[in-house]
């Protein structure tokens, strides 16, 4: 099990299931506020799965999601951008889902049986997520606006996947590999996130039960 790489796969559920929960409300159509809204819900759900599995049975697992120091996140740098433009958000909706969809396959042949079971319940719950990703994709495509999108998030997207495993993004999306934003650098945009969703924790005392 390569603990930092589940790390980075927490903290990029986590931070965008945060990002995906700012359209709540503002979306371009009803339904789009239920969509995001659901599947912020999963991501983060997928997230504290990992972070539990992470933690372990004597751990905490929303001390690994909420007590560590935004630098100390793994997160790509694509999960941190604060998109609230349309076509920017289902670019990156799309083009996490196909990076997300060849990562959680790579993990489900995992050594860790632990490791492989998670990933693939993840793989069965990111099923509605990937289709609703290829609606929009195939609604765009052709769409100046949403092509621009693509092309300016691809070397983003590209820092999603350890080097070994871009090559089938490259495949799957169809653009030529560039230099990637490689995750372990962080946006400017995280610490202020950082601070919204740790807020209500950071207000607490130490130990206080909920």
Request: charged content about 30%; some cysteine; aromatic content about 8%.
């Amino acid at each position: 099990m390569n603990e930092q790489a589940l790390l980075g796969l927490a903290d990029d559920e986590l931070v965008l299931g945060w990002r995906d929960s700012e359209w709540t409300g503002i979306a371009p159509l009803l339904e789009e506020d239920v969509a995001f809204s659901s599947i912020a819900q999963n991501e983060i759900g997928h997230a504290r799965a990992v972070y539990e599995l992470l933690a372990g049975p004597d751990g905490n697992a929303d001390a690994l999601a909420f007590d560590r120091n935004p630098d100390e996140y793994r997160c790509a740098p694509l999960v941190e951008l604060h998109l609230l433009e349309w076509a920017h958000t289902i670019a990156r909706r799309w083009l996490y889902e196909v990076a997300d969809e060849i990562r959680i396959t790579a993990l489900m042949d995992d050594s860790d049986p632990a490791v492989a079971g998670l990933a693939a319940k993840i793989d069965r719950e990111e099923a509605y997520h990937r289709m609703h990703a290829e609606m929009w994709h195939e609604r765009l495509r052709d769409e100046p606006r949403f092509q621009k999108a693509v092309e300016e998030l691809w070397p983003y997207a590209l820092g999603v996947l350890p080097a070994e495993l871009r090559g089938a993004l490259v495949s799957r999306v169809g653009l030529s590999e560039v230099e990637a934003i490689e995750r372990g650098t962080h946006t400017d945009e995280l610490a202020p996130l950082w601070e919204e969703m740790t807020m209500v924790r950071r207000s607490a005392p130490a130990g206080a039960q909920w």
